[in-house]
């Protein structure tokens, strides 16, 4: 068991001392020192206290080494994410991890979104995944890049490198924001979307190029969603030929109004 390896992370990661944690869980301090020492064994009560305390099942103190876990999985711990709390409801990921256990971020590339439709829950199949690093982004998240084709998303070129991080709690997702989205019939697919879990659970997909219509895909659809962060491409975005145009059209209404200007200056008046 990890229980005494694991009060001792867990009051060290919130940076609190013994005598914090005591006053808390109304223990004496020399019980919870005993606890983390492994000089005495706690009783049920004891346990419930400390699993209330860190939001973490007795379960888990018991069985889980969290030292072991990155910090991805711990910020869920955290979070609420805890299976043994929340049940089979919880959207458990397959992940990977550095040599320093640190959250990989997998490499989805296009020849290989059939495999990840059928295997994106097998921690085997993830593990052949290309991996890498993006120093400026949370250890505390998760983060997958998924390779996007076609023109639908345009101006984001067709073949951009899209990096979304990991969304568990899909009531949170927030209208007009982008997202990836592993459908169990069309695969990966990069949209703006409308929230309608609670009122009908279904999301509304729109694209951002105004030729494709919108379409209603139901929740019990879904396997995995992921928060568009950023993206990375080759190629320039292409430029909008209608914001052009409103931009001469503006100018020339401009150039326009400085002629009267003008014509009104020299002859004191449009009317004389």
Same mark, same amino acid.
């Given at each position: 068991?990890?229980?005494? &390896?694991?009060?001792?992370?867990?009051?060290?990661?919130? $940076?609190?001392?013994?005598?914090?944690?005591?006053?808390?869980?109304?223990?004496?301090? &020399?019980?919870?020192?005993?606890?983390?020492?492994?000089?005495?064994?706690?009783?049920?009560? %004891?346990?419930? =206290?400390? /699993?209330?305390?860190? !939001?973490?099942?007795?379960?888990?103190?018991?069985?889980?080494?969290?030292?072991? +876990?990155?910090?991805?999985?711990?910020?869920?711990?955290?979070?609420?994410?805890?299976?043994?709390?929340? $049940? &089979? *409801?919880?959207?458990?990921? =397959?992940?990977?991890?550095? &040599?320093?256990?640190?959250?990989?971020?997998?490499?989805?590339?296009?020849?290989?979104? %059939? !495999?990840?439709?059928?295997?994106?829950?097998?921690?085997?199949?993830?593990?052949?995944?290309?991996?890498?690093?993006?120093?400026?982004?949370?250890?505390?998240? *998760?983060?997958?890049? #998924?390779?996007?084709?076609?023109?639908?998303?345009?101006?984001?070129?067709? $073949?951009?490198?899209?990096?979304?991080?990991?969304?568990?709690?899909?009531?949170?997702?927030?209208?007009?924001? =982008?997202?990836?989205? +592993?459908?169990?019939?069309?695969?990966?697919? #990069?949209?703006?979307?409308?929230?309608?879990?609670?009122?009908?659970?279904? +999301?509304?997909?729109?694209?951002?190029?105004?030729?494709?219509?919108?379409?209603?895909? @139901?929740?019990?659809?879904?396997?995995?969603?992921?928060?568009?962060?950023?993206?990375? /491409?080759?190629?320039? @975005?292409?430029?909008?030929?209608?914001?052009?145009?409103?931009?001469?059209?503006?100018?020339?209404? *401009?150039?326009?109004?400085?002629?009267?200007?003008?014509?009104?200056?020299?002859?004191? $008046?449009?009317?004389?």
């Amino acid at each position: 068991m990890y229980f005494s &390896s694991n009060l001792k992370f867990l009051r060290k990661r919130k $940076g609190r001392t013994q005598d914090e944690v005591a006053y808390n869980i109304e223990m004496k301090r &020399s019980t919870l020192s005993g606890y983390e020492n492994e000089v005495s064994q706690p009783n049920i009560e %004891a346990l419930l =206290a400390f /699993s209330k305390y860190y !939001g973490i099942s007795i379960d888990t103190l018991l069985k889980i080494d969290l030292s072991k +876990l990155s910090a991805f999985h711990l910020s869920q711990l955290e979070n609420g994410a805890d299976v043994y709390i929340t $049940g &089979s *409801k919880i959207r458990v990921l =397959a992940t990977t991890v550095d &040599s320093s256990n640190n959250e990989n971020i997998e490499l989805i590339p296009e020849k290989a979104k %059939a !495999g990840y439709r059928s295997g994106f829950a097998d921690p085997e199949y993830i593990k052949t995944l290309q991996t890498f690093q993006l120093p400026f982004l949370s250890r505390e998240k *998760k983060y997958r890049t #998924f390779q996007i084709s076609g023109d639908s998303m345009l101006p984001i070129p067709d $073949g951009s490198w899209i990096t979304g991080e990991f969304v568990q709690n899909w009531k949170l997702l927030r209208d007009r924001h =982008a997202y990836v989205v +592993l459908t169990m019939d069309d695969g990966i697919v #990069f949209k703006v979307i409308e929230n309608r879990i609670q009122a009908n659970g279904a +999301l509304i997909m729109h694209s951002f190029n105004p030729i494709y219509n919108p379409y209603e895909i @139901p929740i019990t659809e879904i396997k995995e969603i992921w928060k568009f962060i950023n993206y990375i /491409s080759s190629e320039l @975005p292409k430029p909008n030929s209608y914001n052009e145009n409103l931009i001469r059209s503006i100018e020339t209404l *401009k150039n326009d109004v400085e002629k009267i200007k003008k014509q009104v200056g020299q002859t004191g $008046g449009l009317f004389d």
